[in-house]
């Protein structure tokens, strides 16, 4: 048994070997290290304007999508759907918290309270595809203007698992 860390979200994941993707942010296995190889001080970074602004629009984004989320897998009718929702939901909340951290922000008070969804399964899951989309693509524009080494490595491993998240979709729509 081997004690790890992921270089985006800095959990540790205890295993005896690293899975494909952290079970917490998303991010592809390339980001885990070894716990002693893990630099402590990995979120202190100096923020740019541009950076701090981008960084609050990443924590808005992600508060919005897991409180839409939770509030998918809060249904009763489809259990299958409604676990896989609850765990995109977790990773978004991941996310928050990363961004949080580096914002030196405390996490939004209301991250973990369920939105309002919008209606059947189909409109919803349409809505996250749309989420993701966007998500993705806003976080390959804050890597491309942001100057901080950090900065660039998490927007872009982010950005990777919000595209994984688009994948989710198009097999959620094979439970509705
Ligand atoms: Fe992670
Ligand atoms: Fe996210």
């Known amino acids: 048994m081997k004690l790890y860390r992921c270089r985006i979200c800095g959990e540790t994941y205890l295993g005896h070997g690293v899975p494909t993707e952290c079970p ?15 630099p402590e001080d990995a979120n202190d970074v100096q923020l740019t ?4 602004a981008d960084l609050e629009t990443s924590i808005e ?17 489809n259990p299958k759907l409604s676990s896989a929702y609850k765990r995109l939901a977790k990773i978004e ?3 928050c918290s990363v961004f949080s951290k580096l914002a030196k922000m405390p996490k939004p008070a209301d991250l973990l ?4 969804e919008l ?14 989309t966007r998500a993705s693509a806003l976080y390959v524009e804050f890597a491309g203007r942001a100057t901080s080494p ?18 989710l979709d198009a097999i959620a729509k094979r439970y509705v």
């Open 49 to 52: 304007e541009v950076e701090r």
């Open 93 to 95: 909340a991941e996310h």
């Open 113 to 116: 309270e369920p939105g309002t």
């Open 150 to 167: 950090r900065l660039v490595e998490v927007w872009t491993a982010v950005s990777r698992v919000e595209a994984t998240h688009i994948e």
């Open 119 to 132: 209606g059947g399964w189909d409109a919803d899951i349409d809505e996250s595809a749309r989420r993701e």
């Open 61 to 77: 984004l992600e508060t919005s999508n897991t409180r839409f989320y939770l509030a998918m897998a809060a249904r009763k009718d």
């Open 24 to 38: 917490f942010c998303g991010a592809d296995a390339e980001y885990f290290v070894l716990t002693e190889a893990y």
